[in-house]
């Protein structure tokens, strides 16, 4: 069967990998589990429910999107009738991370294969139970010369980008997203890059607290906090800082009890290396909350850490994990200051009731996307694209975005012969004065 003319064919052959992915839906969560002990609620609402609605939503549009579509014709090339036609790339290579080990993985392919392309897919190693279950249900659903899912680590990755392909897309770190567009470089293959990088949270002194320090919580905490758009750290008006805090420490408690290694619903740190990097950028005189590790379990707990300086590891890089760094501000100055002092991030969040601050934050600073008054949920609107800017990323997905992210997208006139203009054909003696009129005028 030809996938890259038959729509047809690739509606029936989506409808078939929703169908498995739905059979073996506790087999993913089990595995999401077994990998880093991410909540059974969490797996659903990020992972599975995330990657079937996206299914649902390709199969419902795939006919409309992949339709060439007329766009209106330039009056210089009267008669004509001008389309944008939607052409699968070819040979796509899709690189996932582990943090959201099921959803990262084929919410990409989802949108490749609803375009028409082949594709490779390396899930990450970090997370085998997780890959394994992917392997399964590709295998299920497609031929190996439409998808094949490749496991292995670092080496896999390299001899797969070494590669030539038609697109790359790349979800994953700052460094390696380097590595990978220089591979990519080396054919002018294009690359969808969705990396990650520090992400500032604003607190406005006129934000609702409570409410502040709850989704600020929910956000940071879910999955551990290693999530690419958690808020990485806090800066939060002088004023309300003490009284902020405390509701912090409050909403903490509340969502993962007194003893937060106990609770069913906080995840677990990736491996022992990420486990010690994130240990070694907590300095314990700075700690105002939780703290607690444990190495053998890979539990970090929630942990609240004063911070004043720039300059600490905990400032440095991008954090990954349940550490937040809080630091306050006075003015719009130190804001600034602040923020600029690290590349682009991936996402931004303000709290505040106050409009006009909030519009200036989103004009004066460039990120990939955020929420005034809330975090992270702007990742579950299908119609917000998705993706970074600068050092965060290349490229945006989710949604109709997507399917045009996996398409090349080319411009066809198709130019009728009843009429043929003189104008513009050679010699041009004497047209140039009538040419510059007519010019002014279309
Ligand atoms: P990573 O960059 O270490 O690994 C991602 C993938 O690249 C894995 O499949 C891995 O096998 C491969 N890889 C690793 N090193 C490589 C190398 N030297 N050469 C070639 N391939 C290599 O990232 P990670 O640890 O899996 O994920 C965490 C990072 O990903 C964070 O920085 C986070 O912000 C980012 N992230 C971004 C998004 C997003 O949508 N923007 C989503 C999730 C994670």
């Keep these: 069967m ?140 497609f031929a190996v010369n439409h998808v094949e899912v490749i496991e292995g680590g670092i080496e896999v990755s390299q001899r797969l980008l070494a590669k030539r392909w038609d697109y790359i897309f790349f979800t994953g770190s700052v460094p390696v997203g380097k590595i990978v567009a220089k591979a990519a470089a080396a054919n002018l293959t294009p690359v969808t890059l969705e990396l990650g990088g520090k992400n500032p949270c604003i607190i406005h002194e006129t934000a609702n607290l409570k409410l502040a320090a709850k989704r600020i919580v929910w956000g940071k905490f879910i999955n551990a906090g290693q999530t690419c758009i958690a808020p990485d750290y806090l800066l939060v008006h002088n004023d309300i800082k003490t009284e902020f805090v405390e509701f912090l420490k409050k909403e903490i408690t509340l969502a993962y009890s007194a003893k937060p290694e106990t609770s069913p619903d906080f995840a677990r740190i990736i491996n022992s290396k990420n486990w010690a990097r994130l240990v070694q950028m907590i300095e314990p005189e700075k700690v105002i909350f939780g703290g607690q590790t444990n190495e053998p379990t890979q539990y970090i707990a929630p942990t609240l850490i004063e911070e004043t300086e720039l300059d600490t590891p905990i400032m440095k890089e991008e954090i990954f994990g349940p550490l937040l760094p809080i630091l306050s501000y006075k003015s719009d100055a130190d804001l600034h200051t602040i923020i600029s002092r690290y590349e682009k991030p991936l996402s931004l969040y303000v709290f505040t009731k106050n409009n006009v601050f909030a519009e200036k934050i989103i004009q004066d600073y460039s990120f990939g996307g955020g929420c005034i008054n809330d975090t992270v949920i702007h990742f579950s609107n299908k119609r917000l694209p998705f993706g970074g800017v600068g050092h965060s990323g290349i490229g945006a997905y989710h949604g109709k975005l997507s399917f045009d992210t996996f398409s090349h997208k080319k411009a066809i006139v198709k130019k009728a012969y009843w009429l043929d203009l003189p104008m513009r054909y050679a010699p041009y003696k004497d047209k140039l004065t009538t040419i510059k009129k007519l010019l002014k005028w279309v």
């Excluded at 059974?40 to 995330?50: K, P, R």
């Excluded at 339709?67 to 330039?74: E, G, N, R, W």
């Excluded at 959803?103 to 392309?117: D, E, M, R």
């Design 2 to 141: 030809n996938y890259k003319t038959n729509i047809k064919y690739r509606k029936e052959v989506l409808k078939k990998l929703l169908n498995i992915i739905i059979i073996h839906e506790n087999e993913i969560i089990q595995a999401l589990y077994d990998d880093f002990k991410k909540p059974a609620f969490e797996a659903v609402l990020t992972e599975t429910n995330y990657v079937i609605t996206e299914l649902k939503d390709t199969i419902k549009n795939i006919k409309k999107w992949g339709k060439p579509k007329m766009v209106l014709p330039s009056i210089v090339n009267f008669p004509s009738l001008d389309y944008v036609y939607k052409e699968p790339y070819g040979k796509v290579l899709i690189i996932a991370p582990w943090n959201y080990p099921f959803q990262l993985a084929l919410c990409p392919l989802v949108s490749a294969i609803a375009a028409g392309n082949q594709v490779v897919l390396k899930p990450s190693e970090l997370t085998p139970h997780t890959s394994a279950v992917i392997t399964k249900i590709i295998t299920k659903t």
